[in-house]
């Protein structure tokens, strides 16, 4: 796939990737080779749409930090959900080793850039204050405690659209934003003592600020769509203020991918329709945007389908129809190549394209399809002669297996040359953690020699070389966990821009099988003369 540095005129030092809904892995796929690929250019950092704060301890990992193991990074590093998504694993692993011996110069660096909230929701600032006293050795717990009171009255998500329900504009919240302001005048006097720990407490000190000025615009009275634009445009303001201050940390030492939803990362307004009313805000991309010119570059994100979000093709007419005929792979198509087309239908799945958008961007990504099971097993069953089992209790499959597809040439069953599993098995097979919402794993047989020729070695030394391998990995063609001494290859949610290797190795597994077959019926044939 082409390099998106590319298709942009003027190398940026932040370039967004956007994506057109959250939840559809592909993107996050293709980011996560569009960032290595970038670090090999001189990108030192990635901003993902996640807690700012929250993603200083996914970059202790990244860094190497033995106190923070994956499993924290992915529940304490990320907001919104977001660590669960198993690409999110694979850029936090991929970054840690691509850190591992490096000078700090080359090191990658992991951020966070939106605030620790949601439009619905924020808590109250306690906790990012107390980190902040901590760090200057000062005793205030008992002030902000007595300010900040009951946590239920800062969370409650009836508050966000009741203002005399919010505490944002009360004597407590007032107070509290002094003491905010308070503490960062005193982390700046204490810089050049305290240097160490510094950009952490910072964080967590604007944390507090980006808490308080929230709920201080949740209590303003204005009607609900006035209500709503004013909390998604501060919400964008303060993604676009740790925007800025992550590249004013990170300007020294190279240019930043920024990844997260289009809306957001546009540099025209963000626009949305509440009970027939239309309402419009400057996203943290238009406000970045303004204040960097062409040192901001937006690549926004296309999808044609995705199963895993129910999402049907467009048709033909839109923009997203127009880029599925161009090629039936993910690829990077500069903007003004893109001419006039129809809107696609809105819901709350899918932002689509229109041309404000076009007009606005430097390129768009188009994806044309997710991956799920069902892709893959039509692809496999275009192939001559093949059939499908799919494990249930009516066949006698063990529960453990309901849902995962067996694909086999003539009648005997006796080997698939491939399958499509769902579910770890207990003690055999685990490596490739299965039991992830929506992580299925594609395993094919590649046959000695291709499997030698893939791997550097042959089937029969693979325990040998297991530890080499990270079997629950995207987008890579490990040796199969269990298999593997029988030639069997697999790789785990393959996303589509691996589909022409995948169909490759489909051809050469169902070669195999058809030579089988084909050898078996000659006995058959022998003993029945």
Request: net charge negative.
């Amino acid at each position: 796939m082409t390099s998106p540095l590319d298709l942009l005129a003027v190398s940026p030092t932040l370039l967004a990737l956007g994506e057109p809904t959250h939840g559809e892995s592909a993107f996050l796929q293709i980011r996560n080779e569009a960032f290595m690929s970038l670090a090999e250019h001189g990108y030192r950092s990635i901003a993902l749409e996640s807690d700012r704060a929250a993603g200083l301890i996914a970059d202790e990992f990244v860094q190497g930090a033995d106190a923070v193991t994956l499993d924290r990074a992915l529940a304490e590093g990320f907001s919104h959900g977001f660590g669960a998504a198993p690409a999110n694993r694979d850029l936090l692993l991929r970054m840690r080793e691509w850190n591992t011996g490096r000078p700090t110069a080359e090191r990658l660096t992991f951020h966070g850039f939106d605030a620790p909230l949601e439009i619905e929701r924020a808590p109250s600032p306690r906790r990012y204050l107390t980190r902040v006293c901590d760090f200057l050795s000062l005793d205030r717990s008992a002030e902000i405690d007595d300010l900040i009171g009951d946590e239920a009255r800062w969370s409650d998500t009836a508050a966000i659209w009741e203002p005399g329900r919010s505490i944002g504009r009360s004597t407590d919240a007032q107070r509290l934003r002094v003491i905010a302001d308070d503490l960062l005048s005193e982390l700046y006097l204490q810089a050049p003592r305290r240097p160490e720990g510094w950009q952490a407490a910072f964080v967590h000190a604007t944390s507090a600020v980006a808490l308080l000025r929230y709920h201080a615009a949740a209590a303003a009275p204005l009607t609900q769509e006035e209500r709503f634009a004013r909390l998604a445009a501060i919400r964008d303001a303060l993604m676009a203020e740790n925007l800025l201050a992550i590249r004013a940390a990170e300007a020294h030492r190279g240019p930043t991918l920024v990844f997260g939803h289009n809306t957001h990362l546009q540099r025209h307004p963000s626009t949305m329709t509440m009970d027939g009313t239309h309402v419009s805000w400057a996203g943290a991309g238009a406000i970045v945007a303004s204040l960097l010119d062409d040192r901001y570059a937006v690549i926004v994100g296309s999808l044609g389908a995705s199963p895993a979000l129910d999402i049907g093709a467009p048709a033909a007419s839109t923009y997203e129809g127009r880029l599925q005929q161009k090629s039936g792979l993910p690829g990077y198509v500069r903007a003004s190549e893109i001419g006039p087309a129809e809107r696609r239908a809105h819901d709350y799945r899918y932002f689509p394209l229109d041309q404000a958008t076009i007009e606005h961007a430097d390129a768009v990504l188009h994806i044309p399809t997710g991956v799920d099971p069902a892709v893959l097993a039509d692809r496999i069953l275009a192939l001559p002669g093949v059939e499908q089992v799919v494990a249930s209790e009516e066949n006698g499959a063990p529960e453990g297996a309901w849902g995962d597809r067996f694909f086999y040439l003539g009648p005997d069953r006796r080997q698939p040359f491939a399958t499509i599993v769902e579910h770890d098995v207990p003690g055999f097979d685990e490596a490739s953690q299965l039991d992830r919402p929506g992580v299925f794993r594609l395993n094919l047989d590649l046959g000695r020699a291709e499997f030698e020729r893939l791997f550097g070695f042959p089937p029969k030394a693979f325990e040998d070389h297991r530890d080499a391998f990270d079997f629950a990995r995207l987008d890579t063609l490990v040796p199969h966990p269990g298999y593997a001494l029988y030639g069997f290859g697999s790789i785990v949610m393959p996303g589509p821009q691996m589909l022409p290797e995948i169909d490759r190795l489909l051809t050469n597994a169902h070669g195999r099988a058809m030579n089988r077959h084909q050898r078996a019926a000659r006995r058959a044939a022998d003993q029945q003369d």
